[in-house]
């Protein structure tokens, strides 16, 4: 079995010396000499390239990746991915937060499972604010009720993969990724494995408000028209709303209470305001439609076929 392991990194130049360090120990233990480890210059400002370089040129297990400028964790991490040919292939954060030590017991779950997909569930989070906790906390349950995929709660993107499901995670042309929940829609075999997050080890959080927000954002409009559905809904509300008051504005101008030209007025404006709201209903299905379509996902993964071997050719996706 030859092991990845794929680091993206973003102005990490304290961390990096330590991670090198345990991962090599802990990439030793399961994988002897056969292992990789690709780490990802995300556009960093500090020594973090010229770092990973030197490390580059002195271990031959090392992959150095350099981006032309910071494309953000998601994007930098698909980079590792592209690049890496093991069979399976951790994903790791730079500032160890998530311990390398836990490759040997995930990879032994991976195989006693037969799994695809061994997944890091955080059961505590060191070091980091009451407000990263809640807000993640809130995230991930906010997030599970909008979406029609199950995405794990509390999982981050430290995770097992088997090559089967990175080449169908790898298969999902879409430019706003929310790694977590592309793994979680692909399917195959995936188990969570619980662990105790560790603090950072040496800088701050990657991760200022702005970013998380727009992760946030990704995450939902990636997993769940709900948003599109809240508008389609309101507008049919209102519209059904808006028979009401007619019936009503019917019956004052009937029951003589209306001054002249209110019953015209008010109609016209009710009844556009109607007929608006319906058009912008349908507009948003077809604009749920397209932006699915857009996506350009696989229709379908076959996980297995029996009697496969009976057929001559042409199978697959
Ligand atoms: N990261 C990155 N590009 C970015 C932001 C973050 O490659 O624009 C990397 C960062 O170096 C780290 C990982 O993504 O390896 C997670 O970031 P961080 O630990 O700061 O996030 P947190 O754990 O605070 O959520
Ligand atoms: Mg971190």
Redesign the pocket.
């Known amino acids: 079995m030859k092991l990845s392991i794929v ?6 130049e304290d961390c990096l010396p330590v991670l090198h360090e345990r991962l090599t120990a802990a990439a030793r233990g399961v994988a002897a000499d056969d292992y990789e480890i690709v780490l ?1 210059n ?1 556009g960093s400002r500090d020594k973090t390239w010229p770092i990973m370089r030197a490390l580059a040129d002195r271990d031959p297990h090392l992959v150095a990746v350099n981006l032309s400028r ?1 494309h ?2 998601q994007l ?2 698909t980079a590792g991915l592209d690049l890496c040919i093991g069979d399976t292939v951790l994903i790791i ?3 160890l ?1 998530d311990p390398p030590e836990l490759l040997g017991p995930m990879l032994e779950a991976m195989q006693r499972e037969e799994a695809d997909v061994v997944y890091g569930v955080r059961q505590s989070r060191k070091g ?1 604010t009451a407000f ?1 906790r809640a807000t993640a906390h809130g995230f991930y349950r906010l997030l599970s009720r909008a979406t029609d995929v199950d995405i794990p709660l509390d999982a981050g993107d430290f995770r097992l993969m088997s090559r089967r499901a990175l080449d169908v995670l790898l298969a999902m042309p879409e430019q706003a990724r929310f790694i977590r929940g592309m793994v979680a829609w692909i399917g195959f075999r995936q188990v969570p494995f619980l662990y105790d997050r560790d603090e ?1 080890l040496a800088g701050e ?3 200022p408000l702005s ?1 998380m927000l727009r992760f946030a954002l990704d995450a939902l409009t990636g997993f769940s028209s709900a948003p599109l559905k809240l508008a389609s809904h309101a507008g049919l509300a209102l519209s059904i709303g808006s028979l009401l008051i007619v019936l009503y504005i019917l019956y004052a101008w009937i029951a003589g209470h209306s001054i002249p030209g209110w019953t015209s007025l008010m109609l016209v404006v009710v009844v556009l305001g109607a007929v608006q709201m319906f058009v912008l209903a349908l507009m948003g299905e077809y604009i749920g439609r397209l932006y699915n379509e857009a996506k350009g996902r696989p229709l379908y993964i076959v996980q297995e076929i029996a009697g496969a071997e009976r057929r001559s050719s042409g199978l697959g996706q």
């Open positions: 680091v993206p990194c973003f102005n990490e990802v995300d910071n953000g964790h930098a991490l954060d730079a500032d937060q980091e990263k950072r959080t990657k991760y970013k």
